[in-house]
C-alpha cells in the first residue's frame, strides 16, 4: 500500500496517513506548538500595548472615559454586587484595550456612519417635516425627539441581531462572558453605523444638532451603566425605563433569553413587539456571552467580522445581502406596529 507524506515546514514533522512517525516524539511536537503559542500571544501582547501607547500619547483624554468608568461604577459594584467576581477577571485586558482606543476607533466609525446617513437618502423626507417640526415648542420637539431617537435606536439594535452581516460587528460586543464597569466598552468602530440614517433624518427634520447629540451621549452613558456588576432591580420600573436587570437579560445566553430587551431607554417598544423579557420567581440571568466565536483579544476582535468576505476592503455582496435582509425586517416591522394595533401585547412573552 503507497504511503501519503505530508509535512509541516514550521516543524519538520512528517507524517504518513495522517499517523505521526518516530522521527519527532509527540511530546516534542506539543511542545513546539505550545511554544509557537505562547510566542505568538506575547508578540500580540506587545503590538496591543505599542499601539494603546501611541494612542495615549497622541491623545491622552483616551484615557478619561476609562477612569471615569473606574472611579464612578466600580464602588457601586463593590458596594451592591450582583455577581462575586474578582476584579481581574477573564477578559479584563481585552476589554481595557477597547475602552482606551475607542475615542480613535470611533473616528472611523463616525466617517462610514457619515457616508452610510447621507447615501441612504434618509435626509430627504425628513425635509418635508421640518416645517413642522420647528413650529412646534421646545418641550414638545424634544418629546418627540426622544421617542423618535429611542424607536429608532430599538430597531438598529434589533437589526443588528436578525440581520447576518450586522451580526458580524455586533457579535464583539456580546463575545464578553462578564458583565461589568468596563465591558460595555467592547465595540466595534462600525457596530451601531445602521442608526446612521436615523440620526441624519432627526437632524434633517429640525431636532438640532445639540438635542440629537445630547440624546446619543445619554445612550452611551446609560448603556455603559446598564452593564455594570450590580445587583439592584428597581421592580417598579421595570416597564418605565431601561434598567441593569432588563440589560443583563439581554446579554444572557440562555435560551429563552436570547434575542430579548433591544430598548435603549424604553420598554414600551419590546412590550409592543414581543421582545420583552423579565421573568419572575427570583430568576436572574447568570450566564454571558454568544455562541458566535468571536475570538480572544482586542486586535483579533477588530478584524474578526471581515474574516471570510471574499472582498474585504468592501463587502459589497455581503452588504447588499444585508440590506436586503434589512428590508425584510422592516416589513416584519411594520406587520407587527399593525398587530400591535389590534391586539393588545402580553407583556413578558416573547
Known amino acids: 500500500m503507497s504511503a501519503v507524506w505530508l509535512t509541516t515546514p514550521d516543524l519538520g514533522v512528517g507524517t504518513v496517513a495522517g499517523m505521526q512517525t518516530d522521527s ?69 485586558g481585552t476589554d481595557l484595550a477597547w475602552g482606551i482606543a475607542q475615542p480613535v476607533l470611533k473616528l472611523t466609525g463616525v466617517a462610514v456612519g457619515a457616508v452610510i446617513a447621507l447615501c441612504s437618502l434618509a435626509w430627504l423626507p425628513a425635509l418635508l417635516l421640518r416645517p413642522l417640526v420647528t413650529s412646534m415648542p421646545f418641550w414638545v420637539r424634544a418629546m418627540v425627539a426622544v421617542v423618535l431617537f429611542d424607536a429608532l435606536a430599538y430597531w438598529g439594535h434589533r437589526w443588528s441581531h436578525e440581520v447576518g452581516f450586522l451580526w458580524r460587528f455586533h457579535s464583539v460586543h456580546h463575545s464578553s462572558e462578564r458583565m461589568d464597569w468596563i465591558s460595555g466598552v467592547r465595540v466595534h468602530p462600525f457596530d451601531g453605523t445602521v442608526v446612521a440614517p436615523p440620526m441624519v433624518f432627526l437632524l434633517a427634520a429640525g431636532f438640532g444638532a445639540q438635542l440629537t447629540g445630547v440624546l446619543a451621549v445619554i445612550q452611551i452613558v446609560t448603556g455603559l451603566f446598564l452593564h455594570a456588576n450590580v445587583r439592584w432591580r428597581w421592580r417598579p420600573l421595570q416597564r418605565i425605563v431601561a434598567t441593569p436587570e432588563f440589560h443583563h437579560w439581554h446579554h444572557s445566553s440562555e435560551a429563552d433569553a436570547l434575542n430579548t430587551n433591544y430598548s435603549a431607554f424604553l420598554p414600551i417598544w419590546d412590550l409592543l ?78
Open 273 to 350: 413587539f414581543g421582545t420583552y423579557f423579565m421573568p419572575g420567581g427570583g430568576r436572574r440571568p447568570e450566564v454571558y456571552g454568544t455562541a458566535t466565536p468571536v475570538p480572544d483579544g482586542f486586535f483579533a476582535q477588530l478584524s474578526y467580522p471581515f474574516h471570510g468576505l471574499r472582498h474585504r476592503a468592501l463587502a459589497l455582496s455581503h452588504l447588499i445581502a444585508g440590506l436586503r435582509r434589512t428590508r425584510a425586517a422592516l416589513r416584519r416591522g411594520a406587520t407587527q406596529i399593525l398587530d400591535a394595533t389590534r391586539h393588545r401585547p402580553k407583556p413578558g412573552r416573547r
Open 24 to 92: 519527532q516524539p509527540s511530546g516534542q511536537v506539543g511542545a513546539s506548538v505550545a511554544a509557537a503559542s505562547r510566542l505568538r500571544r506575547l508578540w500580540m501582547s506587545a503590538a496591543v500595548i505599542a499601539f494603546l501607547a501611541g494612542v495615549v500619547v497622541a491623545y491622552p483624554a483616551a484615557l478619561a472615559p476609562v477612569v471615569l468608568l473606574l472611579v464612578v461604577v466600580v464602588p457601586c459594584e463593590r458596594l451592591f454586587p450582583r455577581h462575586r467576581q474578582r476584579f481581574f477577571r477573564p477578559g479584563l
